[in-house]
């Protein structure tokens, strides 16, 4: 079924792109062609982490990079297939109190929608159920899964760390790829890597013009699943194109109103909400999400793995919760924001637990903050009526100035 989906998504977003060029279209189709290359008879696939593994690393080898996680959780829960395939997981005993993302990965798994991995590897951030959810996939498939564990601290001692754990999980890599690293290969992803991080560094200033030109709900989920292409061309041109899009939006004037611009932290709902809709309703906008942010510097393309390492350890949901909220009152002042809103799904730690610092962060500044309590991927516990309400009273404290 999730071959078919992909097979889909492929066509339909090639008919639209026939009709006419788009950044998203353009992103769907990437995204819907390269989880579409691990079925392929003689693939090697990979299963990673895709938002948190250095992808740099994948984009060295003659390998199909695959993530059961956001197959599941992002695309098939993005359908009315999410819930049953969650329930695939939850009938073998798989509780409810389990992250979604990883149910519907697991669901996928035992319904077969996925192509067998060569190798699993995952990271210890952004997610502690990720890493649990691969060790029962790997049982499953017979195969041991790889950690890349990420220290909370920046120093010598964790760059070698780090940056020795990288090197071994290239190795295997190439064994499972039947070819040795290319050293200049790995250079030009990095250099790659580093071109689209200049060509983001271009997109977010974009994002600060009001009204902003970019809708906020594309720009959180991009800012996530677009790490796939990390290393690649692909992330270039989607960049590229991007950029382009929002520098003719912002020339023609053809710009939602605005009354209020928001920070967004953390993730989105997948499944179909009101969410986005309650906030175009009331002219609010999403002018920055965390996750599109750049919090490190250029990779050292003469040294790519410590400068994978770096990237790696400079990651925001490492280490200390401050780490997210670094230099907040810049970008309140260069974004005009009005206000904060951090989307909580249950079982994650990154927003559940830190919910307290980053509210006292943002009131700190003089912005008003929202929670909202609103499962990632399983629509069963979503209330519309709730969340209208929840999300109405918080915008009445952006009006009232507060």
């Given amino acids: 079924m999730f071959k078919e989906m992909l097979t889909v998504m492929s066509e339909q977003t090639a008919q639209s792109l026939a009709e006419r060029v788009s950044f998203r279209a353009s992103w769907y189709k990437e995204w819907a062609d390269l989880f579409l290359k691990a079925y392929a008879p003689d693939a090697k696939v990979v299963y990673t982490s895709l938002y948190a593994f250095p992808m740099e690393i994948l984009a060295a080898f003659d390998v199909a990079p695959f993530d059961f996680e956001i197959a599941g959780g992002s695309l098939i829960s993005s359908t009315e297939w999410g819930v049953p395939t969650m329930c695939a997981a939850e009938n073998r005993g798989f509780s409810r109190d389990i992250c979604s993302f990883h149910r519907a990965g697991l669901g996928g798994y035992y319904l077969n929608y996925f192509p067998r991995p060569h190798l699993i590897i995952t990271t210890s951030h952004y997610c502690d159920g990720k890493a649990k959810a691969n060790d029962i996939l790997g049982s499953l498939y017979g195969i041991e899964p790889l950690l890349l564990y990420v220290p909370a601290t920046i120093n010598k001692d964790s760059i070698g760390y780090v940056e020795h754990q990288l090197r071994a999980i290239a190795a295997r890599i190439g064994e499972v790829a039947g070819q040795a690293l290319d050293e200049d290969r790995l250079k030009e992803a990095v250099r790659s890597s580093n071109r689209a991080r200049r060509s983001q560094m271009e997109i977010l200033e974009l994002l600060k013009h009001a ?156 912005m008003p903050f929202a929670i909202m309590d609103m499962d990632i991927a399983d629509s069963r516990g979503y209330s519309p009526e709730q969340t209208r309400t929840r999300l109405e009273a918080f915008i009445e404290l952006l009006d009232a100035g507060m």
């Fill in 211 to 366: 009204p902003n030109p970019w809708d906020g709900q594309v720009q959180c989920g991009y800012s996530i699943n677009g790490q796939l292409f990390a290393g690649s061309p692909v992330m270039e041109r989607l960049h590229e194109a991007l950029l382009q899009e929002l520098q003719a939006r912002i020339h023609t004037g053809k710009l939602r109103p605005e009354r209020h611009r928001l920070y967004w932290f953390a993730w989105l709902p997948t499944y179909p909400s009101n969410l986005f809709e309650i906030l175009k309703e009331h002219q609010v906008g999403v002018s920055l999400c965390e996750t599109f942010r750049v919090f490190g510097d250029e990779i050292d393309e003469d040294n790519p793995f410590e400068g994978l390492a770096l990237k790696c350890l400079t990651n925001p949901f490492v280490g200390a919760t401050d780490r997210r909220t670094k230099g907040l009152e810049n970008l309140k002042e260069e974004y005009r924001l009005d206000g904060a809103l951090l989307f909580a799904t249950p079982c994650c730690r990154q927003s559940k637990a830190a919910y307290r610092l980053l509210k006292e962060k943002v009131n700190e500044i003089g």
